[in-house]
Nanobody, 124 residues
């Protein structure tokens, strides 16, 4: 079955950096759009970033543009989220998700597979 396993979350001070990783198995990774979503305390789940199967196309939420970078390594079935200049508002559970289609979408219901999430806490 499809499994997505996130890692790399933790506690960091404002202005710091973290790199999240997501290992995928059980799907044709090189054909999947991969996305990162987050859900903060008392908030709805929001799209953060997404990347096409080739890596040529990327989407970023306005709130993270210029600070976060999504990338993927199809040889390793891995997708990454480099997060720089972190702010307390970035505190959330971050989820990796896979969409078995070629076009990038930002709605969570367009992604069929989800990881268990990793907590990111940014202290002020």
């Amino acid at each position: 079955q499809v499994q997505l396993v996130e890692s790399g979350g933790g506690l960091v001070q404002a202005g710091g950096s973290l790199r999240l990783s997501c290992r995928a198995s059980g799907l044709t990774f090189s054909s999947a759009v991969m996305g990162w979503f987050r859900q903060g305390p008392g908030k709805e789940r929001d799209s953060v970033a997404a990347i096409s199967w080739s890596g040529a196309n990327r989407y970023y939420a306005d709130s993270v543009k210029g600070r976060f970078t999504i990338s993927r390594d199809n040889a390793k079935n891995m997708v990454y989220l480099q997060m720089n200049s972190l702010k307390p508002d970035d505190t959330a559970v971050y989820y990796c998700a896979a969409r078995t289609a070629r076009d990038i979408r930002v709605e969570g219901n367009e992604y069929a597979y989800w990881g268990q999430g990793t907590q990111v806490t940014v202290s002020s």
